[in-house]
């Protein structure tokens, strides 16, 4: 069975700064998919992120970036130039490439922007 | 291209009564999974249906089952509500073969049991 972990409940951070929330995980496979999910108040996930574990280069997305260390199982993700849109509560998520749609998540870490 | 929508956005039932929720996956998709999310928690996975056979399931009961139709929609159903199935129900569709893990989520239905 699969784990993952987010450490972090809140954080908050100030526009146009930079943070990083935490993630691991914990499996014996070796072919898997990392996420991180944006849920904002409106409660509609939103994918945020995507790594895929075969892959060493770091995914980034715009102001989106991951550090996916495989050796550690941690993955976390880094947004910079913080916007207040950017407040919502952020899930890591972690999937075997053999189980598409099945998804183990971590208890979010809920992110606000302060102006 | 219609995204993911779901039915009813809100749900009052009482303990012991029956509820079905519905989602309607985006074009294209083929593949249904259901998350229960409970307040202040990550989605837990309740089962997956794949071409109207379920897929694989998580820790639930079998008093939730589900169905999936011929236009990849699905409903999921719970019997003889309990306290603790107060809970947002989230839907998620997938795209056929394996591209990359995509889910593409619903805004979920909130269900209260009293």
């Known amino acids: 069975a699969q784990t993952v972990t987010q450490s972090q409940p809140e954080m908050s951070v100030q526009e146009a700064e930079t943070v990083t929330l935490s993630c691991t995980y914990d499996?014996?496979?070796?072919?898997?998919?990392l996420f991180w999910y944006k849920q904002p108040p409106s409660r509609q996930m939103i994918l945020v992120i995507r790594?895929?574990?075969?892959?060493?280069q770091n995914a980034t997305e715009n102001r989106f970036s991951v550090n996916f260390q495989k050796a550690a199982k941690s993955f976390s993700l880094k947004i910079s130039d913080s916007q207040l849109g950017d407040t919502a509560m952020y899930f890591c998520?972690?999937?075997?490439?053999?189980?598409?749609?099945?998804?183990?998540f971590g208890d979010g870490t809920t992110l606000t922007v302060k102006p | 291209e219609t995204g993911v929508t779901q039915s009813p956005t809100h749900l009052i039932k009482t303990r012991g009564q029956q509820v079905t929720l519905r989602c309607s996956s985006q074009?294209?998709?083929?593949?249904v999974s259901w998350y229960q999310q409970a307040l202040g928690q990550g989605p837990q996975f309740i089962f997956q249906?794949?071409?109207?056979?379920?897929?694989g399931r998580g820790n639930f009961p079998p008093r939730f089952s589900g169905l999936q139709f011929p236009n990849y929609s699905s409903e999921l159903n719970v019997n003889a509500l309990e306290l603790d199935d107060s809970a947002l129900y989230l839907c998620?569709?997938?795209?056929?073969?394996?591209?990359?893990?995509?889910?593409?989520f619903g805004p979920g239905t909130r269900l209260t049991v009293t």
């Open positions: 998620a569709s997938s795209p056929a073969g394996d591209r990359g893990g995509e889910q593409y």
């Open positions: 499996t014996s496979e070796n072919n898997y998919y």
């Open positions: 790594q895929e574990a075969y892959k060493q």
């Open positions: 998520a972690f999937m075997v490439n053999t189980n598409a749609g099945k998804s183990t």
């Open positions: 074009s294209g998709h083929n593949t």
């Open positions: 249906y794949y071409r109207e056979e379920e897929n």
